[in-house]
């Protein structure tokens, strides 16, 4: 399959190099190479730009697109190139735009605008219709899910090989169709998807399993994969091999010990090794943008940082400004998520068509605002680069005379890491008109919003850095007769202002922003609007992935228990009548209580005659006890035979099942003879679960249950003379809305 | 205090500046200025080159100097210079020097050496002494110690105020006697005791006493702030503000949460503007080798790296070999400190005269293996920096004719951060002979060894990447034929193999090793290198820092459970017959228990007739206990009066006490009337302690202890009709030594 789609890499390239051959050709015999029409090659009239602008349009987006995850104990590595993808894109649009040239000469800005608009159309429709159709947990950024799962949420499909699928092909044409969306948070999800598939050892369902796969049958070691392949997908994403390390430990993962520190260090080391040698590999050109930039994909390396008291009280001011923007887009954003949820929920249909509204509005905007603004000479010494043709470059001519750009439009109708690094660069002050840098931000900041949501994979790395990095270098520019840094490291540091006022993180920020800088010496400046921003925006609301779990109403357990908890105690919230087994029980008891309840964990309770006075023997699983039934290992005697059933039983027997994959009661079929029977639980029983006194503070039974990462822990009685034990408590014993359901008088602030 | 060392400085500087300006006239005007012996200076004979040795000697060591520690929540600041120091030093040698020029012209190779070996040897017994008899505490690295507070473990004086000055004035001397050890681990260990004084809101026996520092009278807060010192030492050191977090992390905290992630990321970003901004002040030279530098201190940014396959093999062959002289490090560290034990044990005076002849014998090995070397002509272009007078410079003269200088010299009689920086410059591949930089990489990785366990405040940074550089160095030499990498890069691969094997980090060591060098470029190859290096060393021997806490006896609680842990229940190792009190007790039975036994917790049992049946009440600890007695609340009948007690009761009188300045037994007194008394324990008993079952796995209950951070575990038995409580579990019972003391048959391994 791998050989297949390289061949096919192969053919489309000789068709775009034949495509850029011709068109360099009319470069390079004569200056008149730009007023080429490409809408009508074969006339030699030569006067309108707008024939460029159809030219120009294709090839808008960020498409230096790399999938490399490693894992720890052996090294798997898939290697996507959207740049595939990006060039059929390309050759059809030519194409379409030229029939459509054919067509209507007479208006041509409508018709450029229809050919821009309609192939971003029909990239966003198939990335929605994917999404909607195919896995609708492929939408959004994917981060909260995976940080959902590594705290010990398995929702439904979250990590499924279909949403792997949708994630990647819907990450593509949603970059490629020209919506401010990234690709970071994707490739974080599809990290956690393949780490989980190799973890499962493979996927049944799709034919794909691989014996040598398993060894993450428990749930521990698949935690950490999953982990690992976080921290790939950020390592891959921003080419910052300690920065994915960081990610997964500050945001993803819950848990933390020091071999897990390792195992991901590992990991994205390889990944740093891998892409350090596609990059090598690259460098001629044949993957497309891939191999430019190298690892370091910002270099902004400009020399000594030197700053005054008037410097540091600018960075403080844009560090809270950006803090309070950043609180405002969270604030915003869970609106609109809110809103989009009425009408997401009517059906996968509506979910197409609110993608297509997006589209349509954010190809207005993008071929709408270039033309307020004004045509800039282009800079002394930029000949052959100003304007640019081709996909890279960061000097679009859009309707601009010869020897001209539009600044706004080589922003907008840019790859994104063109549109960052133009705003990152410190070449010339005047580079952007201050009305475009304002435009700019409002654009990406509002259509940032309302973007994320829809129905197709979204990264929200892109739009903040980009809304960061104008805003940062708009605040330079108005600055500029107080401060004396550098603008581009301003835009530097609205992005990291920006990113802490929406992510909340710290230091993996600023071991990633460092990463795709390569600029050591302006840590001090980062470090300090890292933890302003993050400081100023933390006093109204969450982090932007905590909103989405609590908004998704995922039940993640908080690494601190809530204040009112202190003034609780664990029996308070314990659930009713409990449903326990005898260690010898009857088989259609055991098959009733599977039957009407969904509960996981069943407590096992030694009775005479085996033992003096009752006592809580263990609690044993569904999914073990649905083995033990389906094994048919029962007695006529009410007897222990535990030691039987353990010669007879294989420990894989009882391995964790891949997700979705395990038994289920209906699977079962047990005669009316056999429900009579008896079965010895003590073989699959855990006779020594995690308990707690019922007087324990529920604050402290809060962190038990979360440091130790439980799924059960027993409540047993503290007076004799009672049953064994007193119930189970649960994660969903814990959450807030639980506790405040039960006692609505207390105050969740004391 | 501050300004009157301020004023000092300047003297000294006036003093030192003269001086300086003597030699630099001397050089002025004329280029015989080195045959000019210092010793002798009325004197025209100018052809001995021994003088200058003398005259070179004096300044020797790394002595650039910095403490900058910041806190959390308030800003601290202590900002010492060695500089200070240092030039006493420097002036005291010369006069030194000068008087002995007179006596003995004769042997003046052997007058050189008397004067290097005598400065050192006295400045070494200052620090021998320091340490030998006022802080014991304070010698060697101190990062193990911080390790094991930090894991729970309040060994007496690691953190008290005198360990705090022996700990910065003996590591002064300590680097300026010559010795082959580092600055970093003290720096760490300062860090913390600055923490921990701030915590304990400053010291009573030195009266400094801040009533505004009061915040931090618990556990978890000290915690927090003295792992904050620790980062903020790193910071510092390395002036790596993101490796200081990641070295917390990574080796220092044995708890983390999301909270003190950015705290610690606060302190040291605090260190970092710090530093910069004391950086730019120094810039003009007046804080000596201060300025130098800036905030990268080794800058070997050396465009790009491009490595190809023999290059990679040669990378895996400098790791494997690194990982085993890392191990062989480790070991040999292991014997040599246990030899010193049998030593230090007899007493101070024995540990002085250790101090003493190390010194010796350092001054003997710096002096007399630069004779071996040979001269190498300075390098064209170079005038005026070969040979380097001054503190300064990386070409030593030593017995080298004009322009040649001694490469070997250049290493040994430098300052350490210079001798690393030659190592690491790409400059020029002969720079060093490849027996230069073994017989320095065999001079500095045995003196290291001896040197640490001596009783000075040593670092194992400096020495370990001088032996890494000087191998990596040496490896590129002989590897060049195959490799095209350059030998700086090889130096630091070298130096990150070599810290890989020995300390056993990779995330922290990497951001270190990237935060001195800005080579960013290099990541993948010093990833790769670390985890070769870390992975071959754990197959022979535990960390350095890990070693040295089981060396001391420290009782570290690691963060998994032994296996053999799993065949074992909590009640086979909880100890014997267990005291314990009513909850309304006799005064004079509890004032017995607290006499006779040393245990820290009591369990409190509410008995009838309070209560129908016994039941466990909770845990009462000696401190609260002590408090309580002292207070004099006692009744005369046997009733519960708890909440009388509470409203006389304050809030801070159980606040936790600095460290020995809790209450004691023998200082209250109690009459024969009042032991007949009873007192009401409801009050101060925590009603609400984490219990196990008696059943619960060994391996679980250890995993409970440790992931909570619990001092006291209460067993409770799991069968009814017993006692409410079993025992209790501290640390100690979950010590290796401990169980496999009990139970000798078991397989440690199994």
Request: proline share 5%; net charge neutral.
């Amino acid at each position: 399959m791998d050989d297949r789609s390289d061949d096919h890499d192969i053919e489309v390239e000789g068709g775009i190099h034949a495509y850029e051959r011709k068109i360099s050709g009319i470069l390079d015999d004569g200056s008149v190479g730009f007023q080429q029409p490409l809408l009508a090659r074969n006339r030699k009239n030569t006067t309108s730009q707008i024939a460029i602008v159809g030219a120009n349009t294709c090839p808008i987006e960020s498409l230096d697109y790399e999938y490399v995850f490693v894992f720890p104990n052996f090294t798997f590595l898939l290697f996507w190139k959207t740049e595939t993808i990006n060039e059929i894109r390309l050759l059809g649009r030519v194409a379409f735009c030229r029939v459509i040239g054919n067509f209507l000469e007479i208006c041509r800005y409508f018709q450029a605008f229809f050919a821009f608009a309609g192939c971003n159309l029909i990239l966003a429709t198939a990335a929605g219709s994917l999404c909607a159709f195919i896995a609708p947990a492929a939408a959004g950024s994917g981060i909260p899910e995976v940080k959902a799962y590594l705290n010990g949420i398995d929702a439904y499909s979250i990590l499924a090989p279909s949403t792997l699928f949708v994630k990647i092909f819907g990450s593509i044409f949603g970059v490629a169709a020209g919506f401010v969306v990234g690709k970071e948070g994707p490739m974080v999800h599809t990290g956690a998807c393949i780490a989980n598939l190799l973890g499962q050892g493979g996927s049944r369902k799709y034919k794909l399993t691989w014996k040598w796969l398993r060894f993450f049958k428990n749930d521990r070691d698949r935690r950490d994969l999953i982990t690992c392949g976080a921290a790939a997908g950020v390592a891959a994403a921003f080419r910052a091999p300690v920065g994915g390390v960081l990610f997964a430990l500050e945001e993803a993962a819950s848990w933390w010990r020091s071999a897990l520190l390792w195992r991901t260090f590992f990991t994205t080391a390889v990944v740093a090794v891998v892409l350090r040698t596609l990059i090598e590999l690259c460098r001629s050109g044949k993957c497309g943008l891939f191999g430019k930039g190298g690892l370091i994909m910002f270099d902004v390396n400009s020399g000594p940082v030197l700053y005054s008291t008037p410097d540091l009280l600018a960075v403080v001011f844009l560090g809270v400004v950006g803090g309070v923007l950043g609180g405002l887009y969270n604030y915003l954003v869970d609106i609109v998520l809110r809103t989009y949820a009425l009408i997401n929920e009517r059906g996968p249909g509506f979910k197409v068509m609110l993608v297509m509204a997006v589209s349509i509005l954010s190809s207005c905007c993008a071929f709408g605002l270039p033309w307020i603004s004004q045509c800039t000479p282009c800079p002394i010494g930029s000949e052959g680069k100003c304007p640019s043709v081709g996909r890279s470059g960061i000097y679009k001519s859009f309707q601009c005379p010869p020897n001209h750009y539009n600044d706004l439009s080589s922003l907008l109708l840019n790859t994104n890491d063109d549109a960052i690094r133009s705003l990152f660069t410190s070449r010339s002050e005047n580079e952007f008109q201050i009305s475009t840098l304002a435009m700019f931000f409002v654009f990406v900041y509002c259509l940032g919003i309302i973007t994320y949501g829809i129905a197709i994979p979204s990264g929200l790395f892109i739009p903040v850095i980009l809304a960061g990095a104008s805003y940062g270098r708009l605040v330079g520019r108005l600055l500029g007769p107080v401060s004396q840094l550098d603008v581009g490291l301003f835009s530097l540091l609205g992005a990291a202002s920006f990113l802490g006022g929406t992510m909340r993180m710290t230091v993996s920020l600023c071991v990633i922003l460092l990463e795709l800088t390569n600029n050591l010496l302006m840590l001090p400046l980062v470090m300090l609007v890292l933890l302003i921003s993050k400081t100023v925006a933390d006093c109204f609301n969450k982090g932007v992935y905590d909103q989405i779990v609590t908004m998704k109403g995922l039940p993640y357990m908080e690494d601190h228990a809530e204040p009112y908890m202190r003034n609780l105690v664990a029996k308070d919230v314990v659930a009713g009548p409990l449903l326990s087994f005898s260690r010898v029980e009857k088989v259609g008891v055991i098959w009733q209580a599977l039957k009407m309840t969904s509960h996981n964990g069943f407590p096992v309770i030694d009775e005479p005659p085996f033992t003096e006075a009752s006592e809580l023997c263990g609690i044993a699983l569904r999914s073990h006890l649905l083995v033990l039934l389906q094994g048919k290992r029962f007695s006529k005697q009410k007897t222990t035979f535990g030691s039987q059933i353990l010669r007879s039983c294989k420990a894989r027997d009882f391995a964790k099942a891949g997700l979705g994959k395990g038994l289920k009661i209906d699977d079962l079929v047990i005669s009316d003879e056999e429900m009579e029977m008896y079965v010895d639980l003590h073989p699959i029983t855990n006779t020594s679960p995690y308990t707690v006194l019922e007087t324990l503070s529920l604050a402290k039974a809060a962190i038990l249950f979360r440091q130790l990462g439980l799924r059960h822990l027993c409540v047993v009685p503290k007076t004799p003379g009672r049953p064994p034990i007193v119930g189970i408590l649960t994660r969903h014993d814990f959450m807030p809305e639980h506790v405040l359901g039960l006692y609505p008088h207390i105050d969740p602030l004391k």
